[in-house]
């Protein structure tokens, strides 16, 4: 596969902190992304990752292109941060270039 | 902009019996796709298009058809279905060389 994603649940109480990880097969890589899917509804994009990591509110995405790896950490986690967080790769040519996780699914617990 | 838009949102198909679903984009992107997701398989990508005229199989092709006759527009058609073809397929689409990908509502399909 070319996006490797821990599939969870993961189930933690809100306020907790909670990281998720992926790995990729192709070295080719050149962007990487963070999706969410709410339950029953489609994937929208959360934040692209940058290869010095990067913050948006509570969310915080790592890259370390040597291991291929990719993380996601959430802060002071809420109930509305319910869902599948899908992991999504682009290589850099053809275009057929956009390869997805399986996701890692979280609930968050009152 | 309306996005992605698909339809129906849900159908049931007794095995054999074909259909269309429907997908269309206000966007302008050169770039659509096809994906069925099912529990534990994430997105697979099924027919892809560059551009009006153009398309591609993507992983798992068979059993579906597809045609671009236009930019806003990517029927995907089920020639003969079958109950492993029970998903939610996702139409999708983004602009050529971009990098966010916006997707459709879905369609939950169940072929008995």
């Known amino acids: 596969k070319e996006v490797e994603q821990d599939p969870g649940p993961f189930n933690v109480p809100e306020g907790a902190t909670v990281a998720f990880n992926c790995t990729y097969s192709?070295?080719?890589?050149?962007?990487f992304f963070w999706y969410r899917q709410d339950c029953r509804k489609e994937p929208k994009l959360l934040m692209s990752v940058y290869s010095s990591g990067n913050e948006d509110g509570r969310f915080t995405a790592q890259l370390n292109r040597a291991s291929q790896y990719i993380s996601l950490l959430i802060r002071d986690s809420k109930l509305s941060d319910s869902a599948t967080y899908l992991c999504v790769v682009k290589v850099r040519t053809g275009a057929n270039n956009l390869f997805f996780g399986t996701g890692t699914r979280l609930t968050v617990i009152p | 902009n309306a996005g992605v838009t698909q339809t129906p949102k849900f159908q049931v198909l007794k095995t054999g019996q074909s259909m269309t679903l429907q997908c269309a984009q206000d966007m302008n992107h050169e770039y659509m796709s096809w994906y069925r997701q099912d529990p534990g398989m994430g997105l697979r990508l099924i027919h892809y298009s560059v551009g009006a005229g153009i398309t591609d199989q993507g992983e798992v092709p068979n059993g579906y058809n597809v045609s671009r006759s236009t930019t806003e527009d990517f029927p995907l058609r089920l020639l003969s279905a079958a109950p492993s073809q029970t998903s939610v397929y996702f139409c999708?689409?983004?602009?050529?060389?971009?990098?966010?990908?916006?997707f459709g509502p879905g369609t939950r399909l169940t072929v008995l």
């Open positions: 999708a689409s983004r602009k050529g060389g971009a990098d966010t990908q916006y």
């Open positions: 192709n070295s080719a890589s050149q962007s």
